[in-house]
């Protein structure tokens, strides 16, 4: 395992993503004002409620609540891991990940490896 990617990283790689860009490519979105608009890709819909906001960097659906950045779109879109999206936006940019050495557990391996509790601690 590589190790941990530092949120600076993910920040910057964040900051370097256009997100109107990046979701325009999957999903032919149409401007309306200051926001960009499409039907949602996460549902099936007639009426668009998918909206972008690329001042803010963010999507959101009105219709299935679906909504987040440039990585969960993609992790979503694309159904990426959280690591593989950061990657794929990396390339995209030409960027080397930071790894941070660590454990490099993910938050699921962590919790899957805590020690369960037993009836006494549990009914505390």
């Given at each position: 395992m590589?190790?941990?990617?530092p949120?600076?990283f993910i920040n910057?790689?964040l900051?370097?993503?256009?997100?109107?860009?990046?979701i325009?490519?999957?999903v032919?979105?149409?401007k309306?004002g200051?926001n960009?608009h499409?039907?949602c890709p996460f549902h099936?819909?007639k009426?668009?409620?998918?909206?972008?906001?690329?001042?803010k960097?963010?999507y959101?659906c009105?219709?299935?609540g679906?909504?987040?950045n440039?990585?969960d779109f993609?992790?979503?879109?694309?159904?990426l891991?959280?690591?593989?999206?950061?990657?794929?936006?990396?390339?995209?940019?030409?960027?080397?990940?930071?790894?941070?050495a660590?454990?490099g557990?993910?938050?699921i391996?962590?919790?899957?490896?805590?020690?369960?509790l037993?009836?006494d601690?549990w009914?505390e």
């Open positions: 590589a190790g941990r990617i949120r600076v910057d790689l900051a370097r993503t256009d997100i109107v860009d990046l325009d490519v999957r032919k979105l149409k309306q200051k960009y499409a039907c099936n819909e009426t668009p409620s998918f909206t972008v906001n690329g001042e960097q963010f959101h009105f219709g299935c679906a909504h987040g440039a990585i993609l992790m979503n879109y694309d159904k891991e959280f690591v593989e999206t950061v990657e794929e936006l990396a390339a995209m940019h030409n960027l080397e990940i930071p790894y941070e660590g454990t557990l993910s938050q391996e962590r919790h899957q490896r805590q020690k369960p037993s009836v601690e009914s």
